[in-house]
C-alpha cells in the first residue's frame, strides 16, 4: 500500500490558483500519490491546460451556500440534511474524535463572536460539518495518513478538524490576505491551528518570520512557489522570441492582476497619467479581469485610450503579452485591513520572459526584485516614483538590458519551480 496526502483546497480549478495546480502537477510527477479534496467547485469558462495534467480526479464535498445573513437554524434546516449520513457514519467510526472537532468548533465559534451578548459565529458550524463530509470520504482510505490545506483559513479550518476527527495529521500552506487578515482567524484561531499542524509551509521569508510569532515548537518552512510549470514549458520551447520588445518611441506597460487594492492599480493608473502629462507617448494594459471602479478612473483622466483593461489570458497570451512590452508594473501596498502580497506569482512570470519590473517593496517582493539589479522599487503609494521608474527604463536601453538579464538569471538561479517542489515532497514524504 503506497500512502498517499490528501489535498484539501477552497476552490479548484481556479484560473488565479495556477501556482496550486502547477504544485499538485509537479508532487504528482516526482512520485507523490495526491488526492484532492475541494470545498467548492471552480471557476467556469477558461482554464489551465496543466489541470487536465493532473492524475487525482477533484473530490467535491457537498455544496453549500454562504451562512453569512442567514440565521443559523434556516441554514441548518436546508443543508443539514446533505451532512447527517457522514455525521453518523464518523460518529460511529471515531466517537471521541468527532465529539473533540465539535467542541473545538463550538469554542471557536463562541470566542470568535462580536460581543459577549452575541451570537457565536455561524461560519464554524458550516466548516464543522464540512470536516465532517471529508472524515467520512477518508474512512476506508487507511492509506491516506495525512491532511494538507492551501491557505491558512477556511481550507485549514476544515482539515484541522478533519484530522482532529479521525486521529490523521495535518498541516497547512499560507499565502497572503488569509495570513495577515485578522478577520479571517480571529480570537486565536491561527496559533490553535499552527499548534496541532505537524508543520506549516509558506511562501516567502516575510510569511515565515510573521509566522514564527505564533508557532511555538511547530516547524514552519519557507518553500517560495517558483516559476509556474506551464509558464516554464512555454519559455522552454519558445526562447528565440525573447527579445521582441515595443516600438522604441513607445512605452508600452503591462500589469497583472485582480482589481484589489493591495495590487495598488489606482497608483499605477495616476502614474499613466503623470507620465502622458509628461508628453510621453504610453499604452499600458492591465489584464485580469475588468472592472468598473477601474475603468471609472482610467475614463476620469482621460486616459481610455492610453490604458485598457483586459479580462483572464491564457499563459500563452500573457508571455506574448511581456514580449511585446517595455516594462512590467505592480505597485503592491499592504491595504488597510492588513491584506498584502507575498511575492506575485505574475512578477516571476514577467521576470523570467526578461521583462524589466517596477514594483514596490512590500511583504516578501525584495526577496525577489533586488534594486537596480533585476528590477526597480519604489516605496507603495509613490505615484511619482512609478512613473519615474517607468521612464528610466523606457529611455535608458543599457538599463533596461541589464534588469532582463539580471531577471531571468534571478529566477533561474532561486524560483526554479522543478527544483523548489523537491523541498516540499521531502516534507511529505516525512509524514506520509
Known amino acids: 500500500m503506497r500512502e498517499h496526502v490528501a489535498y484539501v483546497i477552497k476552490g479548484y480549478p481556479r484560473l488565479s490558483e495556477l501556482f496550486i495546480a502547477s504544485e499538485i502537477h509537479r508532487l504528482e510527477r516526482a512520485g507523490l500519490r495526491l488526492r484532492l479534496f475541494v470545498i467548492k467547485s471552480g471557476d467556469d469558462g477558461l482554464r489551465h491546460p496543466i489541470v487536465d495534467r493532473i492524475h487525482a480526479a477533484p473530490e467535491y464535498l457537498p455544496q453549500t451556500a454562504s451562512v453569512s445573513g442567514t440565521p443559523l437554524h434556516r441554514w441548518l434546516r436546508t443543508h443539514l440534511p446533505l451532512f447527517l449520513p457522514a455525521l453518523r457514519r464518523t460518529l460511529i467510526r471515531w466517537p471521541r474524535g468527532v465529539v473533540r472537532a465539535a467542541l473545538a468548533a463550538f469554542a471557536q465559534a463562541v470566542r470568535a463572536r462580536d460581543g459577549v451578548w452575541s451570537a457565536p459565529r455561524k461560519v464554524y458550524a458550516k466548516e464543522f460539518l464540512q470536516a465532517v463530509a471529508l472524515a467520512d470520504r477518508l474512512r476506508d482510505s487507511p492509506e491516506v495518513r495525512h491532511l494538507h490545506a492551501h491557505f491558512c483559513h477556511g481550507a485549514a479550518t476544515v482539515a484541522w478538524l478533519a484530522a482532529m476527527m479521525s486521529a490523521r495529521t495535518f498541516s497547512f500552506t499560507a499565502h497572503a490576505k488569509d495570513l495577515y487578515t485578522p478577520s479571517l482567524n480571529p480570537a486565536g484561531l491561527l496559533p490553535r491551528k499552527l499548534a496541532a499542524a505537524r508543520f506549516a509551509v509558506t511562501c516567502t521569508e516575510a510569511n515565515r518570520t510573521f509566522l514564527q510569532q505564533f508557532a511555538g515548537n511547530t516547524p514552519v518552512f519557507r518553500v517560495y512557489h517558483g516559476l509556474n510549470a506551464e509558464f516554464a514549458n512555454l519559455m522552454k520551447r519558445e526562447l528565440t522570441s525573447i527579445d521582441r520588445r515595443a516600438p522604441p518611441h513607445v512605452l508600452r506597460v503591462v500589469a497583472v492582476g485582480r482589481h484589489v487594492r493591495k495590487k495598488g492599480f489606482d497608483v499605477l493608473v495616476a502614474a499613466c497619467a503623470d507620465l502622458v502629462g509628461r ?135 532561486r524560483f526554479d519551480g522543478d527544483r523548489l517542489i523537491g523541498e516540499l515532497f521531502t516534507l511529505f514524504r516525512r509524514v506520509a
Not at 499563459?315 to 508594473?329: E, G, H, I, K, S
Not at 526597480?376 to 527604463?393: C, T
Open 279 to 413: 508628453g510621453v507617448a504610453l499604452e499600458a494594459s492591465i489584464i485580469g479581469e475588468m472592472d468598473d471602479q477601474t475603468d471609472a478612473m482610467i475614463r476620469s483622466r482621460g486616459l481610455d485610450r492610453r490604458v485598457a483593461l483586459h479580462g483572464p489570458m491564457s499563459q500563452n497570451d500573457l508571455l506574448r503579452a511581456y514580449r511585446t512590452a517595455t516594462a512590467f508594473c505592480l505597485p503592491c501596498r499592504v491595504s488597510d485591513d492588513g491584506d498584502r502580497d507575498g511575492i506575485p506569482n505574475v512578477l516571476v512570470e514577467a521576470m523570467a520572459s526578461g521583462l524589466p519590473v517596477v514594483t514596490t517593496n512590500v511583504s516578501g517582493i525584495p526577496e525577489l526584485v533586488e534594486h537596480g539589479v533585476n528590477g526597480l522599487l519604489v516605496a507603495p503609494g509613490d505615484v511619482r516614483g512609478v512613473a519615474d521608474a517607468l521612464l528610466r527604463i523606457h529611455r535608458d536601453a543599457g538599463l533596461a538590458a541589464r534588469l532582463a538579464v539580471g531577471a531571468r538569471s534571478v529566477v533561474a538561479e
